[in-house]
C-alpha cells in the first residue's frame, strides 16, 4: 500500500523558513502529488497549494508570494518551500497525492506540525 512520510516541520521564528517533504514510497500504481494541506486547531483543513491538471500551481491567498509547491519525479517527493513565515501559519500540514488509473482513492500523509513564534 502507498505510504506517504512527511518531514520538515518544527519551530521557526517569524520571518523564518522550513521546507516540509513528503516522500511516496511502497507504490504499486501510478500516483499524482495533489498539493498539500494545513489544519489548525479548531479549524477545518484547508488548501496551501496545488498542481493544476495544466501543469501549473494554484495557492491559497494567505500563502500566495510567501510558499512555493515543487516536486522531484525520480524521487517521488513533493516540497512546499515556506518563507517569510508568519504565527497564523502555524497547523499541521498535510501532504495529499491521488492515484492516476482506476479508482481515484487519494492518500495523505501522517501530519507534520509547523510552529511559528512571534
Known amino acids: 500500500q502507498v505510504q506517504l512520510v512527511e518531514s520538515g516541520g518544527g519551530l521557526v521564528q517569524a520571518g523564518g523558513s522550513l521546507r516540509l517533504s513528503c516522500a511516496a514510497s511502497?507504490?504499486?500504481?501510478?500516483?499524482?502529488?495533489m498539493g498539500w494541506y494545513r489544519q489548525a486547531p479548531g479549524k477545518q483543513r484547508e488548501l496551501v497549494a496545488a498542481?493544476?491538471?495544466?501543469?501549473?500551481?494554484n495557492y491559497a491567498d494567505s500563502v500566495k508570494g510567501r510558499f512555493t509547491i515543487s516536486r522531484d519525479n525520480a524521487k517521488n517527493t513533493v516540497y512546499l518551500q515556506m518563507n517569510s513565515l508568519k504565527p497564523e501559519d502555524t497547523a499541521v500540514y498535510y501532504c495529499k497525492w491521488r492515484r492516476v488509473y482506476g479508482i481515484p482513492n487519494d492518500y495523505w500523509g501522517q501530519g507534520t506540525q509547523v510552529t511559528v513564534s512571534s
Open positions: 498542481f493544476t491538471s495544466g501543469g501549473s500551481t
Open positions: 511502497r507504490i504499486n500504481f501510478s500516483i499524482n502529488p
